[in-house]
T-cell receptor, first 112, second 114 residues
Framework: GQQLNQSPQSMFIQEGEDVSMNCTSS?????WLWYKQDPGEGPVLLIA???AGELTSNGRLTAQFGITRKDSFLNISASIPSDVGIYFC????????????WGLGTSLAVNP | EAQVTQNPRYLITVTGKKLTVTCSQN?????MSWYRQDPGLGLRQIYY???????DKGDVPEGYKVSRKEKRNFPLILESPSPNQTSLYFC?????????????FGPGTRLLVL
């Protein structure tokens, strides 16, 4: 099945640093989503983006829906140890409301 | 508390021995689905259900069966498990299919098939 190109695959940073990850696709999406999966848990929705160019924040997290509708990025500012986990992007395609296309995830480790 | 529950959380079995992983949600959601998560392959949808008695294949349905006899339950059945079905499985639900992005995930079932 189709998948999104998510990068980087993994990151190891110091507490307090900012983090940036992104997803790209060859297809146009009408919704971009960012999820976080804590160790031993299922993914949890962090941010949903519905419009090209949209910039949305959730606490220290900021995500943007690319103008071309083919990409999105997620920034985490001033990282803390509890930010550890796997971050997934997902897109919902135009005209296919039931299906999400998933990235492979960015694994984040934070050194206190 | 709104939640999706899965049982068992961990399971070790042998090739060919039929098993069922249960999934239940208490939010009166119409849409439910099953995913498997494998290293390097991300989350892949196995089956989904838009409502009671309505199920359809996802991206990787081979070797799996599902049923949706009640709104709250969506069991995943492996009639004859094989080692390549060793994986981490997630059940998820959302209020309706068009809101699939708003799905709640269960805690996961880690399956090892020997």
């Amino acid at each position: 099945g189709q998948q999104l190109n998510q990068s980087p695959q993994s990151m190891f940073i110091q507490e307090g640093e900012d983090v940036s990850m992104n997803c790209t696709s060859s297809s146009i999406f009408n919704t971009w989503l960012w999820y976080k999966q804590d160790p031993g848990e299922g993914p949890v929705l962090l941010i949903a983006l519905y419009k090209a160019g949209e910039l949305t924040s959730n606490g220290r997290l900021t995500a943007q829906f690319g103008i071309t509708r083919k990409d999105s990025f997620l920034n985490i500012s001033a990282s803390i140890p509890s930010d550890v986990g796997i971050y997934f992007c997902a897109g919902q395609m135009t005209g296919n409301n039931r299906k999400l296309i998933w990235g492979l995830g960015t694994s984040l480790a934070v050194n206190p | 508390e709104a939640q999706v529950t899965q049982n068992p959380r961990y399971l070790i079995t042998v090739t060919g021995k039929k098993l069922t992983v249960t999934c239940s949600q208490n939010m009166n959601h119409e849409y439910m689905s099953w995913y498997r998560q494998d290293p390097g392959l991300g989350l892949r949808q196995i089956y989904y259900s838009m409502n009671v008695e309505v199920t359809d294949k996802g991206d990787v349905p081979e070797g799996y069966k599902v049923s949706r006899k009640e709104k709250r339950n969506f069991p995943l059945i492996l009639e004859s498990p094989s080692p390549n079905q060793t994986s981490l499985y997630f059940c998820a639900s959302s209020p309706e299919a068009v809101l699939v992005w708003a799905q709640y995930f269960g805690p996961g079932t880690r399956l090892l098939v020997l």
